[in-house]
Nanobody
Framework: QLQLVESGGGLVQAGGSLRLSCAAP????????IGWFRQVPGKEREGVSC????????DYADSVKGRFTISRDNAKNTVYLQMNSLKPEDTAVYYC???????????????????WGQGTQVTVSS
């Protein structure tokens, strides 16, 4: 079963930065839309950012626009989420996910994704 692997989470002070990575053994990420989602206990999973195949058309939730940047490194088959100016409300488990329909435009809706990682914890202290 295909699975993505997230890394890069951790504890950071408010105003700090982290870069999350999403690797995909066995899957060519460049052909798929990739999404980043986050979830806080007791709340629904929230779409944070996504990028369509070929690195085009990134989209961001309003809450992270101007602070987070999604990018791809096709040579490493890895997608990144650079998170700057972090706030305590960014604290969550972050997941990356791949759209199984190749070359489809990305959307911040988890129903479009069915290949997920196990998540990485991001904690922002005030």
């Amino acid at each position: 079963q295909l699975q993505l692997v997230e890394s890069g989470g951790g504890l950071v002070q408010a105003g700090g930065s982290l870069r999350l990575s999403c690797a995909a053994p066995g899957l060519t990420l460049d052909y798929s839309a990739i999404g980043w989602f986050r979830q806080v206990p007791g709340k629904e999973r929230e779409g944070v950012s996504c990028m369509s195949s070929g690195g085009s058309r990134p989209d961001y939730a309003d809450s992270v626009k101007g602070r987070f940047t999604i990018s791809r490194d096709n040579a490493k088959n890895t997608v990144y989420l650079q998170m700057n100016s972090l706030k305590p409300e960014d604290t969550a488990v972050y997941y990356c996910a791949a759209d199984p329909v190749l070359f489809r435009k990305c959307v911040l809706a988890e129903n479009n994704y069915d290949i997920w990682g196990q998540g990485t914890q991001v904690t922002v202290s005030s």
